[in-house]
């Protein structure tokens, strides 16, 4: 978001760019964000207007754990977030929508992923 691998203390960033353009900042994400703590602050998160992430939802974690590393919630609970949203959003103002999937794939499991691959006989 703001250009490097590493963010840096005072940088601007492209939530910034946006809403420097009068664009609202909406970030939806399945994972906890507050991992890395100092360097989510850097990238501005706190200057979204709309924000979620998994730590929302932590009764709905498709893990077993809740640390920070761990808790995540599926894309299908992000999806319902997003469309919730936009269900309310005014489509006169401009929006810089950000969604981050942190879905587990094959061979994880959890109770929300959907069966793809149907057994063989």
């Not at 936009?86 to 109770?111: A, I, K, Q």
């Amino acid at each position: 978001m703001g250009g490097r691998l590493a963010p840096f203390p005072g940088q601007s960033t492209l939530l910034d760019d946006f809403h420097a353009n009068g664009y609202a900042v909406a970030w939806f994400s399945g994972q906890d964000e507050s991992i890395g703590a100092r360097e989510s602050a850097m990238l501005g998160l706190e200057r979204t207007d709309v924000y979620y992430d998994a730590r929302d939802d932590a009764e709905r974690s498709v893990s077993s754990f809740r640390t920070s590393g761990s808790l995540a919630v599926s894309w299908k609970r992000v999806n319902a977030r997003v469309g919730d949203f936009l269900s309310t959003w005014n489509p006169e103002r401009p929006l810089f929508l950000y969604v981050n999937y942190g879905d587990t794939h094959f061979p994880y499991d959890h109770r929300e992923l959907d069966d793809l691959l149907e057994p063989s006989v």
